[in-house]
């Protein structure tokens, strides 16, 4: 069976680590005979400093499905010439502050204080002016008001919004982590995660987790807490 795991909220706490009790767990996933697909909103420049190493070159969802990464092997979506030159319009036009995820390099123009901004791995990429990333493939707008979201809803594009962070999370059409997970060929899959860009997993998985009080467990199977984490994984490896 494939497992299908979230990182912020869902087994990552702190933005940088995975505590050892769950790496354990998942090694036992790994024992059992079941393979794990990590299905993030980070793009995959962010996720893999997060995985133990023997995960990292596993099946990777990054971006909310906007890159897939298998034995190392990334490939993308982004956003056609045509989407982009309105989504800077409204950007300049309403001063947003943002983070756009080209294909490697990035653009943030946010608080260097938000979580967002702490998980970028910036040894490895650049931040450079939104102008100079040859592709987008996702982009996060902070403190949006109405105008921008209803201005938003005449773009081909998907937006999940994060309520705490107050952010919104750009990507193209019909991208999402589902959309992820079918171009790695992965349909059948157990589900762990806690906010609004898992409530497609929730609904395509055979049994699903939520990790917390949050609404998106509204669609899921079961819901625990962090603390539960590891032995959730370990039962559902044995039952499934």
Sequence with gaps: MDFVFDIDGTICFDGKTIDSSIIEALDELTKCGHDIIFASARPIRDLVPVLPAQLQKGKLVGGNGCYISEDGKITTNYFHPDVIEPLHNLIQTYQLTYLADGEWDYSYTGSQNHPIYHNINQSSA????????????????????????????????????????????????????????NRLHVTDFISFGNDSNDQCLFENAKYSVCVGDHHVQAYASMTITKEQVANTIIKLGISF
Excluded: M
């Excluded at 921008?148 to 309520?163: F, G, R």
């Design 126 to 181: 650049r931040n450079r002016l939104f102008t100079d990333l040859e592709k987008i493939c996702k982009l996060v707008l902070f403190n949006p008001t109405k105008t921008v979201l209803d201005e938003l809803t005449q773009l081909p594009v998907s937006i999940t919004a994060y309520k705490k962070e107050n952010a919104i999370d750009i990507s193209p059409l019909g991208v999402n982590k589902v959309h992820g997970l």
